[in-house]
């Protein structure tokens, strides 16, 4: 089964740490994520740029709504993602508590839902 861990933080938090402590965390996502590809669990993984580059879309009643920012305001935004192969949830909380993210945040894991039809 895949599964999606969104990686969530304070922006403000991660940018209050010094250039090497966010260079350092960056370094072992990207050793977690050659881990991961090494034992076949490994899919897809990216940081996002700040939620000040984000655009949301939405439709209503026909309607296309652009607006700056992200969809909603909280203390935590989403910083990045991975997308892992794990043969249950236990395995993809294994994979979740060693992303660098979960010691300034929080590693949302979500099932990804397989549909017949996608390419």
Do not use: C
């Not at 969104?6 to 050659?34: D, I, P, T, W, Y």
């Amino acid at each position: 089964m895949r599964y999606m861990l969104l990686v969530h933080h304070n922006e403000e938090a991660f940018g209050s740490l010094s250039e090497k402590e966010r260079q350092q965390m960056r370094a072992e996502s990207v050793e977690l994520a050659n881990q991961i590809h090494s034992t076949g669990n490994y899919l897809d993984a990216s940081p996002l740029q700040p939620t000040s580059t984000a655009t949301s879309v939405r439709v209503r009643e026909g309607r296309r709504l652009v607006t700056d920012g992200p969809f909603a305001e909280t203390r935590e935004q989403l910083g990045g993602y991975f997308l892992v192969h794990a043969n249950n949830l236990d395995e993809a909380i294994a994979i979740a508590e060693r992303i660098p993210g979960a010691r300034i945040g929080t590693v949302e894991i979500r099932p990804v839902m397989e549909i017949p039809g996608l390419p």
